[in-house]
């Protein structure tokens, strides 16, 4: 080493001992807080997949589905409609789907579907009332609520209520019988006595409507606005 490289060296500012202390501080923290991230991002992914693994575990799948009010829809039907199968994962149940599939079946006139934690789904079903027997023209009859919607057919001896005849054929269970309003209301109307004398209601095209009475007598009511 020469003369100048050694003026040169010995000239060289030397580091302030704090200086390179808190530089050495500094990075120590910035190293904390890596490892603190870190820490973080592997408890977040941990409870995760511990939270993943315990909702399909049988501790929070369903263990048992209750049905109520479905006298004449049948539990079995409704069981089918929503999906919903013992040994599902309780999160995986989709109540709206349920419900919306639930409320299809011709006899539902309002459903309830919820979650009774940890293992357990409660239907609670509101069904139609049939109002009156539609005979048609194909020797069929089918069930009516009092709005006109089609409730079940059937054939041979019908349900002891008001009978209606048509000569065209129904809609399927589960739709909308149009032009039923004004024998409805007849329906509505009649009295025991008055139901003793009668055979059936029959509405026509136009809107009026007739009572076919025992020994082939006529009534003619006219509109429903007459009623």
């Known amino acids: 080493m020469t003369t100048a490289t050694k003026e040169r060296a010995a000239s060289a500012p030397r580091m302030d001992p704090r200086i390179r202390a808190r530089r050495v501080a500094v990075r120590r923290d910035e190293g904390r807080r890596r490892l603190r991230r870190l820490l973080v991002m592997i408890a977040v992914a941990a409870t995760a997949g511990l939270l993943y693994l315990v909702t399909r575990s049988p501790l929070l799948d369903v263990d048992h589905v209750h049905v ?14 929503s999906g919903i199968e013992v040994g599902d994962p309780m999160t995986d149940v ?71 005849t048509i000569d065209s054929t129904a809609v399927q269970p589960g739709g909308q019988q149009h032009g039923m309003s004004g024998a409805l209301a007849v329906a509505r109307m009649l009295t025991p006595d008055l139901r003793a004398w009668l055979s059936s209601i029959r509405p026509a095209p136009d809107g009026t409507v007739d ?9 003619e009511l006219g509109s429903q606005a007459h009623l």
């Open 68 to 81: 109520h009010g479905a006298h004449n829809t049948g539990v079995d039907a409704v069981l089918a409609a």
């Open 94 to 164: 989709s109540l709206d789907r349920a419900h919306d599939a639930i409320l299809r079946l011709p006899w539902v006139e309002s459903v309830r579907v919820e979650r009774d934690w940890p293992g357990t789904v409660e239907i609670h079903v509101t069904e139609r009332v049939a109002a009156a027997v539609l005979h048609t023209g194909d020797g069929t009859w089918v069930l009516l609520d009092g709005t006109g919607h089609v409730l079940t057919a059937g054939t041979g001896a019908a349900p002891d209520l008001p009978a209606i």
């Open 211 to 219: 009572l076919l009475l025992h020994q082939d007598i006529r009534v």
